[in-house]
Structure formats: structure tokens, C-alpha cells
């Protein structure tokens, strides 16, 4: 069975670190961990609708 979920975003290159030399956050990371989120909560709302 086809699932429509969008794929998964493609990681940072493992050279990136994810905390700069100021301390805040990568950019490209931070991107990152974001649509993570997003399509993690997807897959949540899915799973407790019965709709996967």
C-alpha cells in the first residue's frame, strides 16, 4: 500500500555542527528538526485517526 506522506527531509551534512561557535542553532539543522517535527506529528495524527 502507497502512503502519501512527504518523504522525510534530507539530513545536514554530518560536518555541520548543530550549535555554532555563538550558541545558537544551526540554521540548516534547525530546518531540519522542524519538518522532522512536522511529519512526525503527521504520522501521529494518522496512527490515532486509523488513517495510515
Same mark, same amino acid.
Request: aromatic share 8%; charged share 25%.
Given at each position: =500500500? /502507497? !502512503? +502519501?506522506? /512527504?518523504?522525510?527531509?534530507? =539530513?545536514? $551534512? $554530518?560536518?555541520? #555542527?548543530?550549535?555554532? /561557535? &555563538? %550558541?545558537? =542553532? &544551526? #540554521? +540548516?539543522?534547525? !530546518?531540519?528538526? *522542524? *519538518?522532522?517535527? /512536522?511529519?512526525?506529528?503527521?504520522?501521529? *495524527?494518522?496512527?490515532?485517526? %486509523? %488513517?495510515?
Amino acid at each position: =500500500m /502507497a !502512503s +502519501d506522506l /512527504a518523504p522525510l527531509p534530507p =539530513m545536514p $551534512p $554530518p560536518i555541520q #555542527r548543530v550549535i555554532e /561557535a &555563538n %550558541g545558537t =542553532m &544551526n #540554521r +540548516d539543522w534547525y !530546518s531540519y528538526f *522542524k *519538518k522532522l517535527d /512536522a511529519h512526525i506529528r503527521e504520522v501521529e *495524527k494518522r496512527l490515532d485517526t %486509523g %488513517g495510515l
